[in-house]
């Protein structure tokens, strides 16, 4: 049973360029969450999503950043126009459910990200 | 708001020594604590959790009580060994049911264990 899987696990975009960072969740998790982790920083939250759906952008920067979770295939977080202020690893969690307090989230190695 | 807040590292300690990592938070309604470990190059893992007040969470010698009078989770463990080090994070859930997914972490804190 394979873990959450991103890719890539680097990613260098030079300034102005689209950053695309994908997210396989665990098999039978349909709730997906991006993080992000700045130099120093712990994580923070940046968006929550079901298949299809968007539940909770509140952590999404309000221009640039844009992430789905189609029916198939894997969750996208699309960053465009990067900045040097993008570069921070990106973490993706998945879970199987918001059924309650053990409903456990596991996360991904995620997506170092380096803007030149 | 939620928040958490951890001491700040990095904390430096010797094989076989007593280890306490301090975290306080604060958050409205009764979150659940959760104590994560993230290695050198590697996503986080969660070590351990709290769903409720005065509960012990506890995995691979590490533990951690949920103390609502003083709102902290202090991870602890007896004897800590040179496999220990790496990143620990204290976070809470801030809703959705409970769901685990949407955390507020702390800032996290370095440990590193000399033999």
């Known amino acids: 049973n394979a873990g959450v899987m991103q890719n890539p696990r680097h990613l260098v975009r030079r300034r102005g360029q689209e950053a695309r960072l994908r997210c396989s969740p665990m098999?039978?998790?349909?709730?997906v969450y991006w993080y992000r982790q700045l130099p120093e920083e712990g994580l923070k939250f940046m968006v929550y999503?079901?298949?299809?759906?968007?539940?909770?952008e509140s952590g999404m920067p309000k221009e640039r950043f844009s992430a789905e979770f189609p029916k198939e295939g894997p969750s996208i977080l699309r960053i465009q126009q990067v900045v040097r202020g993008d570069s921070a690893a990106y973490f993706c969690?998945?879970?199987?459910?918001?059924?309650?307090?053990?409903?456990?989230?596991?996360f991904g190695q995620g997506t170092r990200l380096t803007v030149v | 708001g939620n928040s958490v807040t951890q001491m700040e590292g990095p904390v430096t300690l010797s094989e076989e020594a007593f280890l306490t990592i301090n975290c306080t938070y604060t958050?409205?309604?009764?979150?659940?604590l959760f104590w994560y470990v993230q290695y050198p190059g590697e996503g986080l893992q969660l070590l351990l959790k709290?769903?409720?007040?005065?509960d012990k969470g506890s995995n691979k010698g590490f533990e951690a009580t949920y103390r609502k009078e003083t709102t902290s989770f202090h991870l602890e463990k007896g004897s800590v060994q040179v496999s220990d080090s790496a990143v620990y994070f204290c976070?809470?859930?801030?809703?959705?049911?409970?769901?685990?997914?949407?955390?507020?972490f702390g800032k996290g804190t370095k440990l590193s264990v000399k033999p």
């Open positions: 098999k039978g998790h349909s709730h």
């Open positions: 999503l079901q298949k299809e759906n968007i539940i909770d």
């Open positions: 976070a809470l859930s801030a809703g959705y049911g409970g769901s685990q997914g949407n955390l507020i």
């Open positions: 969690a998945s879970s199987p459910g918001a059924g309650g307090v053990n409903t456990e989230a596991f």
């Open positions: 709290a769903t409720k007040a005065d």
């Open positions: 958050a409205t309604g009764y979150p659940s």
